[in-house]
């Protein structure tokens, strides 16, 4: 008698330690499938949440055959057309190798210097604007280029950077969009 409890309770043992690897493994697995299902986009070194900035500008900014659609449709020389194409695709790697850069070396703001040419029709930035690395990754239409022949840049922001009056103005958007110009116009 004393064996076949002794026999009982082993067996008990053996049936809760084969439960409880059980448990352990079916834990892990759900934890490898989550993390497989949920995938981070990483940008840069130190990114951890960002989509990559080429993504967000593809899919805001208009691509080169649309761009090239556009220009066909406009009383402009080839040579005119193919200098628009040529500064817009520097302008995008220009911006996007910005953005590349400060991700691998932490920085979380940055400073769209307005150009000359797009004074008039940059009327949503500031002198001092600033954007954050998280705007930049959901809204990225806020970054140059703006239109054919746009010559604004976008720049890292430090923390102990003055701006031209004297302050940070962050760059908001209004009834939830940012004013950005319509990318169908052409800057000579």
């Not at 892990?28 to 940008?43: D, R």
């Not at 004013?179 to 800057?187: I, K, N, S």
Request: charged share 25%.
């Amino acid at each position: 008698m004393v064996i076949a409890i002794v026999v009982v309770i082993l067996l008990f043992i053996v049936a809760l330690v084969c439960y409880g690897v059980y448990i352990v493994v079916q834990k892990s697995n759900k934890e490898k499938e989550s993390e497989e299902t949920t995938k981070i986009a990483v940008s840069g070194k130190y990114a951890v949440a960002f989509l990559p900035v080429a993504s967000s500008l593809a899919e805001k900014k208009p691509n080169n055959a649309e761009l090239e659609a556009w220009l066909n449709s406009q009383d402009i020389s080839e040579e005119q057309k193919s200098k628009y194409l040529k500064d817009w695709q520097s302008s995008i790697e220009k911006t996007i190798n910005t953005i590349n850069d400060g991700d691998s070396n932490g920085v979380t703001a940055y400073r769209i210097e307005i150009g000359e040419k797009d004074s008039k029709i940059c009327q949503f930035l500031h002198l001092d604007n600033f954007i954050t690395r998280t705007q930049i990754s959901h809204n990225a239409e806020i970054l140059p280029p703006y239109c054919p022949g746009s010559d604004s840049i976008v720049v890292s922001k430090q923390p102990w950077e003055k701006g031209g009056t004297g302050g940070w103005k962050s760059v908001t958007p209004k009834d939830g969009r940012y004013e950005t110009p319509d990318w169908r116009q052409m800057l000579p």
